[in-house]
């Protein structure tokens, strides 16, 4: 099995940054993509950074493009969300997830959620105005 706990997350007010951050442990290699996903209250789960574990294409979501780097240290086993000039829209439940189905996907659209079987905890990130 694998499992995955997020740092903390926190409250900031727009335009600041925060880093999360993500320890993978467990049965890690045949993981084949992880990324960050993100619901608010109300709304549907999505994601908004995906890599492959092997490297090549990154998916981000549109409104997060330019102000959001996922990236990966392998040797830590940690997976890790920078956020930059943060807004408002971006509050909600952070999570990390790891995939290990095999599929491909592009920079433009996204594996689709199901894929991911394995889930942290979750934690809060919250931009005031």
């Known amino acids: 099995q694998v499992q995955l706990v997020e740092s903390a997350g926190g409250s900031v007010e727009a335009g600041r940054s925060l880093r999360l951050s993500c320890v993978v442990s467990?049965?890690?290699?045949?993981?084949?993509?992880m990324g960050w996903f993100r619901q608010a209250p109300g709304k549907e789960r999505e994601g908004v950074a995906i890599?492959?574990?092997?490297?090549?294409?990154?998916y981000y979501r549109e409104s997060v493009e330019g102000r959001f780097t996922i990236s990966r240290d392998v040797t830590a086993n940690t997976l890790y969300l920078q956020m930059n000039s943060l807004r408002p829209e971006d509050t909600a439940m952070y999570y990390c997830?790891?995939?290990?189905?095999?599929?491909?996907?592009?920079?433009?659209?996204?594996?689709?959620?199901?894929?991911?079987?394995?889930w942290g905890q979750g934690t809060q990130v919250t931009v005031s105005t």
């Open positions: 467990g049965y890690t290699a045949t993981l084949f993509s």
């Open positions: 890599l492959y574990t092997g490297g090549g294409s990154i």
């Open positions: 997830a790891a995939s290990k189905v095999p599929r491909y996907f592009s920079r433009y659209a996204p594996p689709p959620i199901a894929d991911f079987a394995f």
